[in-house]
């Protein structure tokens, strides 16, 4: 069975702009997180989604925004990129939302200049 | 808040020799998981172990163990039998256990280098 997978592995965008990020749960797995790794830093929680419903929120501000579709596949948006936001996304998926086993993907490396 | 704490920002270890990171966190509940977390340059996180606090047996999974002292609020990884492939970022987390348990809470991490 293929892992989780995210797209892109990399980008670079411009302040300002907008970005979609996307991850494909294992199969089976109903449960999709994101998190912020950024570097020299451990990740930090921003969304999960459970049965396409938002289950948790980070604190992070109103710019990201994320939605699970009905193969349990997701996105995460982020608007109005500054250069802070320059980091690696990671997405973990579960069978549930509160499942202790959690798969992480290769993450997407996104540089914002 | 749930936070967690690696103090050790870089570790190093002789190859087939035993280091141990080591991990504090900071809660108010009683039942909870810990994990730690192996991220090497591929950047994908791994699974090392688990342990849930309702369990006093520590948790073991072949070259790695772990001390878990709830009543410290300590939790740290020993590695033994050390392998090149071992070389990696180390991260230790936390996450509520329950119903609607949505995030870990991870540390900064540990750096671990192994020397041939």
């Known amino acids: 069975d293929a892992g989780v997978t995210q797209s892109p592995t990399h980008l670079i965008k411009t302040r300002g702009q907008q970005v979609t990020l996307r991850c494909s749960p294992i199969?089976?797995?109903?449960?999709v997180s994101w998190y912020q790794q950024v570097l020299g830093q451990g990740p930090q929680f921003i969304f999960q989604?459970?049965?396409?419903?938002?289950?948790g929120r980070g604190n992070f501000p109103d710019r990201f925004s994320a939605r699970q579709f009905p193969n349990y596949s997701s996105e995460l948006n982020v608007n109005a990129l500054l250069l802070g936001d320059s980091a690696l996304y990671l997405c973990?998926?579960?069978?549930?939302?509160?499942?202790?086993?959690?798969?992480f993907g290769q993450g997407t490396r996104l540089t914002v200049v | 808040a749930q936070t967690v704490t690696q103090s050790q920002p870089e570790m190093s270890v002789q190859e087939a020799e035993t280091v141990t990171l080591s991990c504090t966190y900071d809660?108010?509940?009683?039942?909870?998981?810990l994990f730690w977390y192996k991220q090497p340059p591929s950047r994908q996180m791994i699974l090392v172990i688990r342990?849930?606090?309702?369990?006093?047996q520590n948790a073991t999974e072949n070259r790695f163990s772990v001390n878990f002292q709830k009543a410290a609020k300590s939790f740290s990884l020993k590695i033994s039998d050390s392998q090149l492939g071992d070389a990696a970022m180390y991260f230790c987390?936390?996450?509520?256990?329950?119903?609607?348990?949505?995030?870990?809470?991870f540390g900064a991490g540990t750096r671990l280098t192994v020397k041939p």
């Open positions: 973990a998926s579960s069978l549930t939302a509160w499942g202790t086993e959690a798969f």
């Open positions: 199969s089976g797995h109903k449960s």
């Open positions: 989604y459970y049965e396409k419903e938002e289950r």
């Open positions: 809660t108010s509940e009683s039942d909870y998981y």
């Open positions: 342990q849930e606090a309702y369990k006093q």
């Open positions: 987390a936390y996450k509520t256990m329950g119903y609607n348990n949505n995030d870990m809470r």
